[in-house]
Nanobody, 122 residues
Protein backbone atom coordinates (compact mmCIF):
# COMPACT_ATOMS: atom_id res chain seq x y z
CA UNK A 1 0.00 0.00 0.00
CA UNK A 2 1.29 3.42 -0.93
CA UNK A 3 -0.12 6.58 0.59
CA UNK A 4 0.02 10.08 -0.85
CA UNK A 5 -0.97 13.00 1.37
CA UNK A 6 -1.90 16.46 0.10
CA UNK A 7 -3.71 19.60 1.12
CA UNK A 8 -1.51 21.28 3.67
CA UNK A 9 -0.78 24.98 3.72
CA UNK A 10 -0.79 28.21 5.67
CA UNK A 11 -3.98 29.43 7.35
CA UNK A 12 -4.91 31.94 10.00
CA UNK A 13 -6.25 31.02 13.41
CA UNK A 14 -9.86 29.95 13.11
CA UNK A 15 -9.49 28.93 9.50
CA UNK A 16 -9.97 25.57 7.83
CA UNK A 17 -7.95 23.14 5.77
CA UNK A 18 -8.75 19.83 4.14
CA UNK A 19 -6.14 17.10 3.93
CA UNK A 20 -6.46 14.14 1.60
CA UNK A 21 -4.69 10.82 1.53
CA UNK A 22 -4.83 8.74 -1.63
CA UNK A 23 -4.07 5.06 -1.23
CA UNK A 24 -2.86 2.80 -4.00
CA UNK A 25 -2.88 -0.94 -3.70
CA UNK A 26 -5.31 -3.22 -1.96
CA UNK A 27 -7.00 -1.90 1.18
CA UNK A 28 -8.48 -4.80 3.13
CA UNK A 29 -11.56 -4.57 5.27
CA UNK A 30 -9.61 -4.93 8.52
CA UNK A 31 -7.50 -1.85 7.81
CA UNK A 32 -7.54 1.33 9.85
CA UNK A 33 -6.52 4.58 8.23
CA UNK A 34 -5.25 7.41 10.35
CA UNK A 35 -3.69 10.82 10.57
CA UNK A 36 -0.78 11.69 12.78
CA UNK A 37 1.13 14.92 13.21
CA UNK A 38 4.56 15.94 14.34
CA UNK A 39 5.41 19.41 15.51
CA UNK A 40 8.97 20.63 15.46
CA UNK A 41 10.92 19.06 18.30
CA UNK A 42 8.03 16.89 19.43
CA UNK A 43 7.07 13.25 19.07
CA UNK A 44 4.64 12.15 16.41
CA UNK A 45 1.14 12.09 17.85
CA UNK A 46 -2.18 10.56 16.95
CA UNK A 47 -4.85 12.82 15.46
CA UNK A 48 -7.67 10.64 14.11
CA UNK A 49 -8.41 7.26 12.63
CA UNK A 50 -11.20 5.55 10.71
CA UNK A 51 -12.11 1.94 10.14
CA UNK A 52 -12.00 1.11 6.47
CA UNK A 53 -14.92 -1.30 6.61
CA UNK A 54 -17.32 0.25 9.12
CA UNK A 55 -16.27 3.90 9.12
CA UNK A 56 -15.90 3.98 12.89
CA UNK A 57 -13.84 6.95 14.04
CA UNK A 58 -11.51 7.89 16.85
CA UNK A 59 -10.13 11.33 17.65
CA UNK A 60 -7.51 12.77 19.91
CA UNK A 61 -9.08 14.95 22.59
CA UNK A 62 -7.18 17.96 21.27
CA UNK A 63 -9.02 17.86 17.93
CA UNK A 64 -12.38 16.40 18.88
CA UNK A 65 -15.21 18.61 17.67
CA UNK A 66 -12.94 20.50 15.26
CA UNK A 67 -11.57 17.80 12.95
CA UNK A 68 -13.53 15.24 10.96
CA UNK A 69 -12.06 12.15 9.32
CA UNK A 70 -13.89 10.41 6.50
CA UNK A 71 -13.18 7.85 3.79
CA UNK A 72 -14.28 7.10 0.28
CA UNK A 73 -13.88 3.39 -0.29
CA UNK A 74 -14.54 3.65 -4.02
CA UNK A 75 -11.79 6.22 -4.50
CA UNK A 76 -9.44 4.78 -1.87
CA UNK A 77 -9.09 8.14 -0.16
CA UNK A 78 -9.18 9.38 3.39
CA UNK A 79 -9.90 12.99 4.19
CA UNK A 80 -9.25 15.09 7.27
CA UNK A 81 -11.39 18.21 7.47
CA UNK A 82 -9.81 20.61 9.94
CA UNK A 83 -11.87 23.53 11.23
CA UNK A 84 -11.28 26.16 13.89
CA UNK A 85 -7.56 25.72 13.51
CA UNK A 86 -5.24 26.90 16.27
CA UNK A 87 -1.53 27.72 16.24
CA UNK A 88 -0.91 24.54 18.26
CA UNK A 89 -2.21 22.54 15.29
CA UNK A 90 0.90 23.58 13.36
CA UNK A 91 2.78 20.42 12.40
CA UNK A 92 3.66 18.08 9.60
CA UNK A 93 0.66 15.81 9.09
CA UNK A 94 1.06 12.19 7.99
CA UNK A 95 -1.49 9.67 6.84
CA UNK A 96 -0.95 6.08 7.87
CA UNK A 97 -2.52 2.67 7.61
CA UNK A 98 -2.41 -0.52 9.59
CA UNK A 99 -4.17 -3.85 9.63
CA UNK A 100 -5.53 -5.43 12.74
CA UNK A 101 -6.93 -3.80 15.88
CA UNK A 102 -7.18 -0.05 16.08
CA UNK A 103 -4.32 1.64 17.90
CA UNK A 104 -3.17 5.18 18.45
CA UNK A 105 0.51 4.26 18.53
CA UNK A 106 2.35 5.55 15.50
CA UNK A 107 4.94 2.76 15.70
CA UNK A 108 2.19 0.17 15.19
CA UNK A 109 1.28 1.49 11.75
CA UNK A 110 2.54 -0.35 8.72
CA UNK A 111 2.27 2.18 5.91
CA UNK A 112 3.02 5.89 5.81
CA UNK A 113 2.56 8.69 3.38
CA UNK A 114 4.91 11.60 3.05
CA UNK A 115 4.09 14.48 5.34
CA UNK A 116 2.25 17.64 4.46
CA UNK A 117 2.92 20.86 6.34
CA UNK A 118 0.11 22.66 8.11
CA UNK A 119 0.92 26.07 9.54
CA UNK A 120 -1.57 28.09 11.54
CA UNK A 121 -0.63 31.71 12.12
CA UNK A 122 -1.81 33.64 15.15
Amino acid sequence: VQLQASGGGLVQTGGSLRLSCAASGRIFTNYFMGWFRQALGKEREFVASIGWSDGSTDYADSVKGRFTISRDNAKNTVTLQMNSLKPEDTAVYYCAARWGPRTRHYYDHHYWGQGTQVTVSS
